[in-house]
């Protein structure tokens, strides 16, 4: 009988336990990953070594202008949406032709018309860009933004490898696309 109260006191206590567990519900942003190489987590091969991993999340368009309306141009954008995105180099590469140094790094933007600046930081774990302080700035690389003849729906990140040791890196969402050399 004794056994009997003891396990009816256990399940009682378990399944309170389980109910007072709460969730947050999903992100209307879901986080994704670019590597150069490209979805090397999932084409790995033994003993081979990523270069850089970005982490991020992708507001979707769901119809809007984005870049000069939703996404201001000339001010600091968080570069997706919730935390900014977080770069992790393995290695000493090059970006639009300036040293990084290997590391863990913010990655923010300034988008303009024709221009866009990207940004490197050394500031990490924030929710957008509104904690950005210029002076924790490793590096700033401006680029020409191009107009893409597809709409890009999800923001996105890609690497692309083009071989003897240069990449690009691309950054697109609605109908416009940067793309920043690098060399590793």
Partial sequence: MKHLIYSLLLVAISSTLLQA????SLDKSPMDVAYLPDNFAHDRSPGE???IKIYYSQPQRNGRDIFGTK????KVWRTGANENPEIKVYQDIT???KKLKAGTYSLFTIPGEKEWTLIINSDL??????SYKQ??????VNVPSASTSDVVEAFSIRLEDKGNKSAVLR???DKTMIEVPVGY
């Fill in 49 to 51: 070594k990523a270069i």
């Fill in 95 to 97: 970006l639009g032709g």
């Fill in 21 to 24: 567990q709460s969730f947050r």
């Fill in 71 to 74: 996404v201001p141009y000339g």
């Fill in 171 to 173: 950054l697109a969402w």
């Fill in 125 to 130: 774990d924030y929710w957008g860009a509104y």
């Fill in 135 to 140: 002076e924790n700035d490793v590096l700033r």
